[in-house]
């Protein structure tokens, strides 16, 4: 049950990365503007942490059903491990990363990697076993 729980919130997961690659794609401005909210409040900063979270522990739990086990097992961990560091670290720090990063990613960066997105999210699904 928990396997299957695990492959549902995968797909959820890689929907979402298509759907971002479509937002970087047709609306890079409001991409870059959620880029700079990143860890702006306490509240933004762990509750992103901890929705991040729930796709890496499904990475890890469903890793062993996947067509590429240690892809899943890998790419789940490192997430798994970056939001546990994200944690230590504190939210103002997490948020002036994200506006340097916003004033590096002009709108039209944005365009140029939302393919990336919609390859990324189409690999996570791909990945998924449907037997």
């Known amino acids: 049950m928990l396997v299957e729980f695990s492959k549902y919130i995968i797909l959820i997961f890689g929907c979402f990365i298509i759907f971002i690659g479509f937002v970087m794609l047709f609306h890079p401005t409001k991409a870059r503007t959620t880029l700079r909210k990143a860890g702006s ?3 933004i900063n762990y509750a992103e942490i901890t929705l991040r979270l729930i796709p890496a522990i499904a990475l890890i739990l469903y890793s062993d059903y ?3 086990p240690g892809a899943f097992k890998i790419f789940g961990w490192i997430m798994f ?3 546990l560091v994200l944690y230590l670290v504190p939210s103002r720090i997490h948020h002036k990363f994200s506006m340097k990063s ?23 699904i791909y990945n998924l076993s449907w037997m």
């Open 41 to 43: 409040t306490p509240f």
């Open 102 to 124: 916003a004033d590096i990613l002009k709108p039209v960066y944005f365009q140029l990697i939302s393919p990336f997105a919609f390859i990324f999210g189409g690999l996570i």
């Open 81 to 83: 491990i970056t939001s």
């Open 66 to 68: 996947s067509k590429f």
